[in-house]
């Protein structure tokens, strides 16, 4: 498992540490151009992070990636009464 380090700049002048200037590390190698960062815990488990950020992909390794977007849950599940409505003629 790679370590993910995230560091925020320091506090300003009133106290308040801002998210502008946060840095993220992967094995101790800067991730650029990050947008956003969700940090999220569930009582008895890791604290968890879902980094989004740009990405360039080289074409030649393009064809051998997969992409997945994952869509919540509900989402899903409304997709399925719709294409189980539409079979059945409901």
């Not at 030649?60 to 059945?88: E, G, M, Q």
């Amino acid at each position: 498992m790679k370590r993910i380090r995230i560091v925020p700049p320091p506090p300003s002048p009133n106290g308040l540490v801002m998210a502008q200037g946060t840095r993220v590390y992967v094995d101790d190698v800067e991730i650029p151009d990050i947008i956003s960062i969700h940090l999220y815990a569930k009582v008895d488990d890791l604290w968890r992070a879902e980094i989004e950020c740009f990405a360039s992909i080289d074409e030649t390794v393009f064809s051998s990636v997969a992409i997945v977007h994952r869509r919540p849950w509900y989402r899903r599940w409304l997709d399925s009464i719709k294409k189980y409505s539409a079979f059945h003629g409901q």
